[in-house]
């Protein structure tokens, strides 16, 4: 079945995992695969290179790692760096693996690399997929607006296009404040946007991501979570149990409020995701 279809019967529960920089790393990533696996998420979907950092090839090992263990491959494709020909290697690379869910992305604008621009924006490439076979597609939004976008209603207007284009779901971006989602989703709604929309969850669990969501994400940080990395940032166990329930917290609301899905950005970490799984499991299956 593909997903799209799977949102008819139920809440979505879906794990993301990103390749590793090297393939000396691989049998980290597997291990920790198997694991996610048996957690009976709904899709992994696998991060992929958007130029530059080589990791390309080890993304369709990964999701072909992920399909052999039962569970459908989500396979990332950002398409701003790369060729028409590139991106019909990659579909047919991913069609022989048997790979027929992709995540339509235009991927960030490097400042080093000048953009291909076969493919403009994410809805380009969701055309073109369209009209290459059956694939399920899903694209990216963004509850705080893009970064890139005037302002959050300009970036909703061009959400429109990309579903429009013929993207089937929608996967949030991280964010901390679900009063951003529940907002995005309103407004999404009323601009008669129907396909589901799956909250993007990243559980905040060690000081190295804390620094990041500080430096370079774009979510807006509650006070609430702000209190809480602060307090347990040099107590590694504390901060991880303290991320793990935040997370959770969040689910927790968000399913009470009938999402469509959550998608969970486990970094690699089936030892959160499956502390987050379990605690759950109930309350998004019924
Ligand atoms: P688009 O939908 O093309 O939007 C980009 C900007 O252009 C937005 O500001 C939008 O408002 C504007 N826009 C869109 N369409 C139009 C139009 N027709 N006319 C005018 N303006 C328009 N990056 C990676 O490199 N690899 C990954 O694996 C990856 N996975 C991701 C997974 C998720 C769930 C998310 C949320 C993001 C992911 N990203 C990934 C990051 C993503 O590539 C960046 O956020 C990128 O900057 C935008 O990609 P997009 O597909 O949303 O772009």
Redesign the pocket.
């Known amino acids: 079945m593909k997903i799209k279809d799977l949102f008819k019967s139920k809440t979505v529960f879906s794990f993301e995992v990103f390749p590793p920089k090297t393939t000396s790393s691989v049998d980290v990533i597997y291990n920790a695969l198997d694991q996610l696996g048996d957690l009976n998420p709904d899709f992994i979907s696998v991060?992929?290179?958007?130029g530059g950092s080589g990791n390309s090839g080890l993304a369709l090992d990964i999701a072909s790692k992920v399909k052999s263990m039962g569970v459908t491959p989500v396979l990332?494709l950002?398409c701003i760096n790369y060729t028409r020909e590139q991106i019909n290697d990659t579909l047919e690379a991913a069609k022989s693996r048997g790979i027929d869910h992709i995540?339509a992305?235009?991927?960030?604008i490097n400042p080093d690399i000048p953009p291909v621009e076969d493919f403009k924006?994410?809805?380009d490439l969701i055309n073109y997929l369209r009209s290459k076979g059956d694939f399920d597609i899903a694209?990216?939004c963004?509850p705080e607006g893009?970064p890139?976008?005037d302002s959050l209603e300009?970036?909703i207007e061009?959400l429109k296009?990309?579903v429009e284009s013929g993207a089937d779901h929608l996967?949030?971006?991280l964010f901390f404040d679900n009063s951003y989602f529940w907002n995005f989703r309103e407004k999404a709604a009323a601009k008669g946007i129907n396909v589901p929309i799956e909250a993007?969850i990243m559980p905040v669990v060690n000081k190295k991501q804390i620094e990041r969501m500080v430096t370079t994400c774009g979510a807006s940080l509650p006070q609430k979570f702000v209190k809480i990395m602060q307090k347990y940032e040099h107590n590694p166990e504390a901060l991880r149990d303290a991320g793990i329930a935040y997370a959770i917290d969040q689910i927790i609301d968000l399913a009470a409020g009938d999402v469509d899905g959550i998608?969970l950005y486990t970094m690699n970490n089936p030892y959160v995701a499956k502390k987050i799984s379990d605690a759950v499991s109930g309350v998004i299956s019924v």
């Open positions: 991060t992929y290179s958007a990332h950002p995540l992305l235009r991927g960030d924006y994410a809805s694209a990216a963004y893009h890139d976008a300009q970036d061009n296009i990309k996967i949030t971006q993007g998608h």
